[in-house]
């Protein structure tokens, strides 16, 4: 079974800064895509990026263009997520998700392993 891991999530100002690390254990972690989602209280599972499994194809979201970058390396099976310059509404707990296919979905329903989350505050 996958098994997927979040960390490096914490409470830090706005136009901070913080990593968020995934690591996959179980099932073979290439060739399929890996995404991190986010949810805020109240509202839906939202995408943020999602990437390939050979870094080719990387999508991010409009609210996180520029600040965000997300990469991965196959050898440690870990999937990263740099974020800079946040804001207080990218406050909410981030999921670490691994797809069905290769192919970067931008959907919940195109993941089907999906960790605990870990929470990110962004206080004013």
């Known amino acids: 079974q996958v098994q997927l891991v979040e960390s490096g999530g914490g409470l830090v100002q706005a136009g901070g800064s913080l990593r968020l690390s995934c690591a996959h254990s179980g099932r073979t972690f290439s060739p399929y895509a890996m995404g991190w989602f986010r949810q805020a209280p109240g509202k839906e599972r939202e995408f943020v990026t999602g990437?390939?499994?050979?870094?080719?194809?990387?999508k991010y979201a409009d609210s996180v263009k520029g600040r965000f970058t997300i990469s991965r390396d196959n050898a440690k099976n870990t999937v990263y997520l740099q974020m800079k310059s946040l804001k207080p509404e990218d406050t909410a707990v981030y999921h670490c998700a691994k797809g069905s296919t290769t192919r970067v979905g931008v959907s919940v329903n195109e993941y089907v392993y999906w960790g605990q989350g870990t929470q990110v505050t962004v206080s004013t």
């Open positions: 990437i390939s499994w050979n870094n080719g194809t990387k």
